[in-house]
């Protein structure tokens, strides 16, 4: 079976040049998601698996992303504006001396 000269210069140039991709669809802020490791009291969270174990199609990633947005906020509206995009990346590890921490919060819940 002969091959037009058209199928013999797709055949050779397949090889050549890829097939088109199709471009990257840009990804909004809310879709990109991040691991953000940290520790927290057992108490909260205990009360955390609680609420997740009984409502339904509730992630445990969900209910900590909707409670870090909604106490940021909270932090914003008593400072009365806005937190600026911070200027370096966070130190990692343990707080050193003076810094503040969270177990007061945790041990009163």
Not at 18 to 39: D, F
Not at 53 to 60: C, E, G, Q
Not at 68 to 87: D, I, M, Y
């Amino acid at each position: 079976m002969k091959r037009t000269a058209v199928e013999n210069w797709k055949q050779s140039h397949d090889a050549v040049i890829p097939p088109p991709t199709p471009a990257p669809r840009p990804e909004s802020a809310k879709a990109r998601k991040i691991r953000l490791t940290t520790m927290v009291g057992a108490e909260a969270a205990n009360l955390a698996r609680n609420a997740v174990y009984w409502t339904p199609r509730l992630t445990m990633s969900a209910l900590i992303e909707r409670a870090l947005v909604r106490e940021v906020k909270e932090l914003e509206k008593e400072r009365g504006k806005p937190f600026p995009q911070r200027e370096r990346e966070l130190p990692s590890g343990r707080p050193y001396l003076g810094a503040e921490t969270c177990d007061a919060e945790s041990d009163r819940l």
